[in-house]
């Protein structure tokens, strides 16, 4: 069965405050590999040309559509609030209860922080989660846009 093609960019991840080189760099070749466009809330707690972004994003980081934000403020005056979903470990819905749509808007906070709680307070209906059972508080940045992205990806090419 052939593949459906979306429209470019497939998806929008934003990422908030990022501050590990390479989950950002796993996160652009996620992007790459399914046509999504990454934006980047600044301040970022490394510079993009480390060596250690690089690595993780292979010679994928040629092809990313990448877009650098200067605040939280700016970025939302771009992204569509109607089609928003913010991934927190406080949400009570999880990313398979929504139905995503081409374009839409994966937003997820900073390793250490998340997202900040006005987030939470402002769309409580658009946060969701991730499942996690026994002791473990977080998933890495990485794995869980992973989890969210090819999710999107899935319900929209099915």
């Known amino acids: ?89 406080f949400a009570t819905s999880l990313h398979t209860d929504v139905t995503y749509q081409p374009a839409d808007w994966l937003v997820f906070g900073s390793e250490s922080n998340g997202l900040p709680p006005s987030v939470r307070t402002n769309w409580p209906s658009h946060c969701v989660r991730l499942p996690m059972t026994g002791p473990v508080r977080s998933l890495n940045l990485s794995v869980s846009v992973g989890i969210g992205l090819f999710e999107a990806y899935r319900q929209c090419t099915a």
């Not at 934006?39 to 690595?55: A, H, K, S, Y």
């Open 1 to 89: 069965m052939p593949e459906i093609e979306l429209p470019r960019p497939s998806f929008n991840v934003v990422l908030f405050q990022p501050e590990i080189p390479q989950n950002t760099g796993n996160i652009g070749r996620s992007c790459v590999a399914l046509g999504a466009k990454l934006w980047i809330v600044r301040p970022m707690g490394f510079r993009l040309d480390e060596r250690l972004v690089q690595r993780a994003g292979l010679d994928y980081w040629q092809h990313l559509d990448l877009e650098l934000v200067d605040s939280w403020d700016e970025m939302l005056k771009r992204i569509d609030l109607e089609r928003a979903w913010f991934f927190t470990k």
